[in-house]
């Protein structure tokens, strides 16, 4: 029997423990940067498939819970845990990390120092976020995420735009958790602590959680991104490097869909049944809008920003139908992105390596010289559109018929965004794949490499797993949203 | 250490008297030393002996507080106690950090005479006194000391019309803020027939409004209408947002290493004699100034955050970052509860500290092409300083997060600290501005992170290396706010001994 009574303050520190190694490693020893860099991330992830193993899964309570003094004044304490919820975006992350440094193993020309370090930074942060039990903490952990992404968008991005994006991104999401931070102090004046599980035995009034439930959604709502505050989105994935756009994609944008679910459901639950049709609304709007604004891209980056868009909206409408059906298949649904997301973005940024450029115009017949890549690229699309046997049906027939129960209108309206997305990720993948080779533009021919296809294999299989058993993910989820639903309901 | 047993009480003032005559003494002797024939330079040799002067009576400022009890002496115009004691030490190391970064800075602009650290060393005089006056004239008296010695550092750069300008300026507006001290001053004492602070707290107690209703004894409004000139002078002092106008001009025109000081080190004193006057005297007024200062809170931070986005110039950016961060620091100190000194304190320690530290960040730094005697004026002239020193720049973007106020740095934590004093005492209004204004203060910080990181260079090393020892105190500084962060206990505490003493009144 292993000791696993600290594994996860392992898992919280090993990636912050390598950064502080890679400080004390020259910058010229590239080799041995990398390599430190990707063994410490490998070894988190190992860490965190234990953390899975060891997972119970039969209750729904946290586990692994550790509790440290922080300020014993102010009663703010650093307590971790896990729960059903937040097990797999933690897994998520710990794949992912690794996946992003491989993806850009010889793409970073300058400050690869630097570089290594703000990613094993920011998977400390995103652990963080992901596994703390305090308000006040998740808020520090939410808004540090954005410094090394605000570094990596602002230092190794591509164009000249990359500075307004670094801004849009730095900018929208501080005004939105501005407001959430409000509201956190209020509860903290009212409750006289932030600790998670003694909030969720305290109820505000209607007025009062109306109004927090708004302050945390302006937060929240600008990381999914809900429409109107989208727009930071597509720049900062346009502008962002390949393993930017990735964690961007995979991670970040699950940090408001988890906040929903942890702390707006269970903290504020009949201000989430009182606005629950204006967050359909906006989610609906959401999906159809930017599932239209996809079709009529150009850049091979910004139709995949706009497909997460339309994405992460579908997972809200799940979430919002409150029922256990639709909560888990949001989650789902979520990890499911971050899969298939995430791939689309690698696999956009394969052939941005080769021939520097993001436009649709400049590709076709990539079928003739790279089959693997089409294949792989095949497959990504149609878990994109949510074909069967692909993680993303799961989450979308479990969303839908959880939504169906709710709300017959959003669902059916929701339902179109699906077939709209048929629309954009086939004409995309035919033009980048059919066609006639465009021999003028291109000089290189090569297929990919050894290192590409091992960043593709982990995350077609866990999305082919997660399509074709979904039961190993949904067992150890399902206890959790149990709980939360009957908080919710009494 | 009993009160009894001392002989001679004005031991306690020991610090002061000690300072004040090693000043005397090292006028004469620079005076001895420079008038010799070849007008040597003892720049830096008196550098050294104000920095001996100086942790020499830091060490007895320490040797007080090792049994701080309040005392009284000089007929009640001073006191010793553990505010006194605190800011003391702050302010004591505080101008031992400027003195040590200013010296490259002075040698290289050539600032030789002898009397810029002999004033320095004046003004921190002053502040000490400040710090611990228990009269209002005493305080007036402090207050002049040390800005006269301000108003000459300004003006010290004798052949830059901007300099003497700034001093110019600077000293029209201390002296009318000045008088006005004083004519607030004398409308209490002409009520009241006293100066006293402990007198003041007998009289206005708690229940003091209560007894203004019933019998007309005092005419209340005459002593409001006092504590509000008061307040305005002070406020003028710290440069909050109405009375704010002088100090750009004065921060820019004025010497770096000027600026510097006077940017970091004074605040403290000044907040301590609002609390002492506010809070220890006159709390009984707390209603009548308190919205008064609510909008200059909310003034000077929209003033603060929007005015600094259209600068291009470092100083002014930091002089529109102080407002702003004057106007946090007035939240809590317009929130009248236990926990708010208790925040302001903290707030302010920190503040002063992360000044400190992008200070000298910004003068220790000098760009190798000196052939104008243009030192690194403007933003854009940070460009390089990632290519020539990265670790220094990334010593400034985590300190420049901090000021910001940006999460897992110790200035979020004194931040949200001071607006949970807002929300305690239902400022929700005034919370929820600031907070918004905090974002738009953000921006001109990540511009800063911008110039440092995201813009091409095409030439590199374009600074001088620093010292080692600047790189050491620079180090420790930075070290020190990344220790406040994980484990502020220490800030708190500290701080909660301070308002335990001030609000016995509230």
Redesign the interface.
């Known amino acids: 029997m292993l000791y696993t009574k600290n594994i996860l303050s392992c898992i919280l520190l090993l990636p912050l423990i390598g950064a502080f190694v890679l400080a004390f490693i020259p910058s010229s020893n590239k080799s041995l940067l990398r390599s430190v860099a990707l063994n410490c991330s490998c070894l988190t992830f190992v860490l965190s498939l234990l953390l899975w193993v060891f997972f119970n899964k039969s209750i729904g309570t946290f586990q692994f819970v550790e509790k440290f003094f922080w300020i014993p004044i102010l009663n703010f304490n650093f307590s971790i845990g896990v729960d059903g919820i937040s097990l797999f975006f933690i897994l998520l992350t710990t794949l992912l990390i690794p996946t992003c440094l491989l993806a850009s193993w010889d793409t970073i020309r300058f400050d690869l120092k630097k570089y290594l370090i703000s990613f094993l930074v920011m998977e400390f942060f995103l652990i963080g976020v992901f596994c703390v039990l305090d308000l006040l903490l998740f808020y520090i952990f939410f808004e540090s995420v954005l410094i090394p992404m605000f570094l990596i968008i602002g230092i190794w991005g591509s164009r000249e735009r990359k500075i307004r994006a670094a801004y849009f991104f730095f900018l929208y999401t501080l005004l939105g958790s501005v407001l959430m931070l409000l509201s956190i102090l209020y509860i903290y004046a009212q409750v006289g602590t932030t600790d998670y599980e003694v909030l969720l035995t305290f109820s505000f009034s209607p007025l009062e959680q109306k109004i927090m439930w708004f302050a945390f959604f302006a937060s929240f709502a600008t990381k999914v991104p809900m429409v109107p505050v989208h727009l930071w989105l597509p720049e900062a994935h346009v502008e962002a490097p390949t393993a930017g756009s990735v964690i961007l994609a995979g991670v970040l944008l699950k940090l408001g869909t988890y906040g929903f679910i942890r702390f707006s459901f269970p903290l504020f639950p009949e201000a989430c049944f009182y606005f629950a049709p204006f967050v359909y609304a906006m989610s609906v709007v959401g999906i159809v809008y930017a599932s239209f604004t996809a079709i009529r891209q150009s850049d091979f980056k910004r139709i995949i920003a706009y497909t997460s868009v339309a994405h992460m909206n579908l997972v809200m409408v799940g979430l919002f139908s409150f029922n256990i059906i639709g909560l888990e298949g949001a989650i789902l649904q979520s990890l499911s992105h971050g899969f298939v997301a995430s791939a689309l973005f690698l696999i956009i940024g394969v052939v941005y390596d080769r021939h520097h450029t993001r436009m649709v115009k400049y590709y076709g017949g990539l079928v003739h010289t790279m089959p693997i890549y089409v294949l792989i690229f095949l497959f990504f699309t149609m878990a994109n559109i949510g074909l069967p046997g692909t993680g993303s049906f799961v989450g979308e027939f479990l969303i839908l018929t959880g939504s169906f129960k709710a709300n017959t209108t959003v669902t059916f309206l929701s339902a179109t965004g699906m077939i709209i997305g048929g629309c954009y990720a086939l004409w995309l993948f035919n033009r980048i794949a059919y066609g006639n080779l465009k021999t003028q533009y291109f000089k290189n021919y090569l297929d990919i490499n050894e290192r590409e296809f091992l960043i593709f294999f982990p995350l077609l299989l866990g999305t082919l797993v997660m399509g074709i058993y979904p039961n190993i993910f949904l067992d150890s989820i399902h206890f959790s949203v149990n709980m939360l639903v009957e908080l919710m309901y009494f | 250490m009993r009160i009894e047993t001392l002989l001679f009480k004005e031991v306690v003032i020991l610090p002061e008297l000690f300072l004040g005559i090693s000043l005397i003494y090292l006028v004469l002797h620079c005076t001895f030393l420079a008038i010799r024939k070849n007008y040597p330079l003892i720049q830096n040799s008196v550098l050294y002996l104000g920095v001996l002067v100086l942790s020499l009576s830091c060490f007895l400022v320490l040797n007080d507080g090792l049994d701080v009890l309040e005392l009284s002496v000089l007929n009640d115009t001073i006191v010793n106690d553990y505010i006194g004691f605190s800011s003391k030490l702050i302010i004591g190391s505080l101008s031992l950090f400027c003195l040590l970064m200013m010296q490259p800075y002075l040698i290289s602009q050539k600032i030789n005479q002898f009397e810029y650290i002999l004033l320095i060393l004046f003004a921190v005089l002053g502040l000490f006194l400040l710090c611990s006056s228990n009269d209002l004239l005493t305080a007036y008296l402090a207050i002049e000391l040390q800005s006269l010695a301000f108003y000459v550092l300004a003006s010290f750069k004798k052949n830059s019309t901007y300099s003497v300008d700034a001093g110019i300026k600077y000293f029209i507006l201390g002296a009318f803020s000045s008088s006005l001290f004083l004519f607030g001053a004398s409308l209490i004492y002409g009520v009241t027939g006293t100066i006293n602070f402990e007198e003041f707290r007998d009289l206005f107690s708690n229940s003091f409004p209560i007894i203004l209703d019933q019998t007309s004894f005092f005419d209340g409004s005459l002593v409001q209408f006092g504590l509000v000139l008061i307040l305005i002078a002070l406020l003028f002092k710290l440069a909050v947002a109405p009375f704010h106008t002088w100090a750009p001009d004065v921060y820019e025109g004025s010497p770096s290493s000027s600026t510097f000081f006077f940017a970091v080190v004074p605040k403290l004193a000044i907040f301590v004699l609002l609390l002492r006057i506010f809070y220890y005297s006159f709390f009984g007024f707390f209603e009548s100034w308190r919205y008064f200062l609510v909008v200059t809170v909310v003034l000077s931070i929209i003033v603060g955050s929007f005015g600094g986005l259209e600068q291009r110039k470092l100083k002014s950016l930091l002089v529109y970052s102080s407002i702003s961060h004057m106007g946090y620091a007035l939240i809590a100190f317009s929130a009248g509860t236990f926990e708010s000194i208790q925040m302001l304190f903290g707030y302010l320690v920190v503040y002063s500290f992360s000044g400190l530290c992008v200070w000298s960040i910004f003068t220790i730094t000098r760009l190798r092409n000196n052939h104008l005697q243009k030192q690194n004026k403007d933003l854009t002239d940070l460009v390089s300083l990632n290519k020539s020193n990265y670790m220094l720049a990334i010593f400034f973007t985590t300190v420049l997060?901090s000021v910001a106020g940006?999460?897992?740095m110790i200035g979020?934590?004194v931040k949200?600290?001071v607006?949970?004093t807002a929300?305690?005492s239902s400022m929700f209004f005034v919370?929820?501005i600031s907070?918004?204004c905090?974002?738009v203060g953000?921006?001109y910080y990540?511009r800063l992170?911008?110039i440092l990181?995201?813009e091409k260079v095409l030439v590199g090393m374009l600074y001088y290396p620093i010292k080692a020892q600047s790189s050491l105190l620079i180090s420790m500084l930075f070290f020190l706010l990344l220790f406040l962060f994980l484990n502020?206990?220490l800030l708190?505490?500290f701080s909660?001994k301070i308002s335990l003493l001030i609000s016995t009144a509230v």
Request: proline share 10%.
């Open positions: 997060f940006f999460p897992p979020f934590l949200i600290s607006f949970l929300i305690e919370a929820l907070i918004l905090s974002v953000t921006f990540i992170i911008k990181y995201f502020p206990t708190y505490l909660y």
